[in-house]
C-alpha cells in the first residue's frame, strides 16, 4: 500500500468514522433518557437536598449578618 492508496482511502475512512460516531451518539442518548435509569438519575439529581437538614442543625450555634459575622 503506497501513500496514493491510502490518500484515496481517506474520505471512506473519514465518512466510517463520522457514521461509527454518529451511532456511538444515538447510543448514549437511547441511554441517558430510557425509562430504566429515570429513578436512578431523579435520585442523583435531588440527592443535594438530602443533606439540608444536617446541614441547617450544625449552624444554628452561632447566628451571622449579613455580612457573614458572627453575632454575639
Known amino acids: 500500500m503506497d501513500f496514493s ?5 481517506k ?3 473519514i465518512s466510517f468514522q463520522t457514521l461509527l460516531l454518529f451511532v456511538m451518539f444515538i447510543g448514549l ?3 441517558a433518557y430510557s425509562k430504566r435509569r429515570k429513578h436512578k438519575f431523579d435520585a442523583i439529581a435531588n440527592s443535594i437536598f438530602d443533606d ?3 446541614a441547617g442543625s450544625a449552624s ?3 447566628g451571622q449578618d449579613r455580612a457573614g ?4
Open 11 to 13: 474520505p471512506t475512512i
Open 60 to 62: 444554628q450555634g452561632t
Open 52 to 54: 439540608e437538614d444536617l
Open 69 to 72: 459575622a458572627n453575632k454575639e
Open 29 to 31: 442518548v437511547i441511554w
Open 5 to 9: 492508496t491510502l490518500e484515496a482511502l
